[in-house]
């Protein structure tokens, strides 16, 4: 502990965080290029093969104290995570491929690694999925649950989630979304409570959707939930009810891996300076299976809103008319089957600065979509994990460095600038284990 008084911003007391003891086990819908690859890369830090590159939970340190202390212990230090070695995985899919074949199939993993990990890989088989064909239009698979209700499926999720944690012996369970992007939709009346909901379930509603009835599973079996994917899901006023009242952590959406990532690193930087934008044209090509499914117009619509609401947020024009009043920002995804997993985003940006005077900006970003998710999908189970353990309901907006389109309370604007994001994260750990918060004010080392 630091010497220091502990600070805090909130009026609430440090919690007490139950030991991470026993066995996590990680439920995933869909079991595809980024679930295969997190799976796999899990296994094969486990076996020394390969080293946690991108997560944070396993490489990032926290600083305690003043700089001079020199007190900066790694997140796994400070705060009880779930260790690796305790992981088990769970998923759900419409095709009927183990984990090992999944993995082949999404073509991101060299052969020789896949062929080092096949025994735990291909141990994994998908339970058969919730499936609606008017939620992504682009692909179907014979992996589905029999016909019934919205409120059977739901039924049927919570029974294959008792199923699975006796199976595993899981102490403790965390769910996160892999699945494919559904349609663009808003809340509608059945999203307004919890009662409106159910009775939707019941009902059949056609605006409730795949994903929404396994966050509704996972809330009702008090298991955490994170959505990895743009559409509407935990961002309802209904399944916000559910986990306040069940007390389960709740985050999402859409995991910030390539061109948004960039966008989050580079916008808050040309804000600081001043300097301004007339344009932002981005298009990206791709041509794993989230490529197809966003080729479709609906499911393009649901990851077009998530996007463009990174950039309007950080810059915030309202504020700053004469420069971010006008931007043009245009945002375009190419499904491209050549090009497979390794994803490219394509950047141009029109600033300008002192007398008005105009400059460039272009950004060629060659990245590997699902190796750039895969140890986001990891931080965020065991943050999540670790928020139940400590008592933390509700949405978790300190995780908010993860996604494109961060969840906060109603009536809450996201911030999106992902320094500010990472120091909210490190902050909360801080706040976690009764630490100082650092301000990075600095004014303690001068006269």
């Known amino acids: 502990m630091s010497s220091s008084t502990p600070q805090s911003t909130s009026d609430r007391p440090t919690p007490n965080i139950k030991p991470a003891g026993g066995k996590l086990g990680i439920l995933i819908p869909g079991m595809g290029a980024v679930t295969t690859t997190f799976i796999a890369g899990v296994e094969a830090v486990r076996r020394g093969l390969a080293a946690p590159v991108g997560s944070l939970t396993q490489l990032g340190t926290v600083r305690l104290g003043k700089r001079t202390d020199n007190n900066s212990p790694k997140i796994s230090d400070l705060v009880p995570l779930a260790p690796l070695d305790s992981l088990s995985f769970g998923c759900w899919d419409i095709f009927e491929d183990n984990a090992y074949q999944a993995a082949l199939n999404a073509g991101v993993l060299d052969k020789p690694m896949l062929e080092q990990l096949r025994e735990p890989l291909e141990a994994i088989k998908p339970m058969s999925a919730v499936f609606d064909h008017e939620y992504v239009k682009r692909i179907d698979g014979p992996n589905k649950k029999p016909a019934g209700s919205k409120r059977d499926h739901a039924e049927m999720l919570m029974d294959d989630i008792r199923q699975f944690k006796e199976r595993t012996g899981s102490d403790r369970l965390s769910m996160i979304w892999c699945g494919s992007t559904e349609v663009f939709h808003r809340p509608e009346a059945v999203h307004a409570t919890l009662k409106d909901f159910e009775c939707g379930l019941q009902k059949n509603d056609p605006e409730i959707s795949p994903s929404q009835i396994y966050a509704y599973a996972a809330l009702m079996s008090g298991v955490p939930y994170a959505n ?45 300076r001043m300097l301004g934008v007339h344009g932002w044209f981005s298009t990206n090509i791709l041509g794993n299976r989230d490529g197809e499914v966003l080729d479709d117009p609906g499911s393009f619509k649901s990851k077009e809103e998530s996007k463009l609401s990174a950039l309007e947020q950080i810059l915030q024009p309202d504020l700053y008319p004469d420069l971010y009043g006008n931007v043009y920002h245009k945002v375009r995804i190419n499904y491209y089957p050549p090009r497979g997993d390794a994803k490219e985003g394509w950047d141009n940006i029109d600033i300008f600065g002192w007398m008005g005077y105009p400059m460039q900006i272009k950004i060629d970003f060659l990245c590997r979509d699902s190796i750039l998710a895969a140890p986001l999908v990891l931080d965020l189970v065991l943050f999540m994990d670790l928020a139940q353990r400590a008592g933390m309901r509700g949405v978790q907006e300190w995780l908010s460095f993860y996604f494109k389109a961060p969840m906060t309370a109603p009536g809450l604007y996201p911030e999106h600038d992902i320094f500010i994001q990472l120091m909210k994260l490190k902050n909360t750990l801080r706040w976690m284990k009764g630490e100082q918060l650092i301000t990075h004010l600095g004014l303690e080392y001068y006269d």
Do not use: C, N, Y
């Open 228 to 272: 990895g994917a743009p559409h509407l899901t935990v961002d309802s006023p209904a399944l916000m009810e559910l986990a306040r009242d069940r007390e389960v952590p709740i985050a999402g959406k859409d995991f910030k891996t390539g061109q948004t990532f960039m966008k989050t690193l580079i916008a808050p930087g040309l804000k600081s």
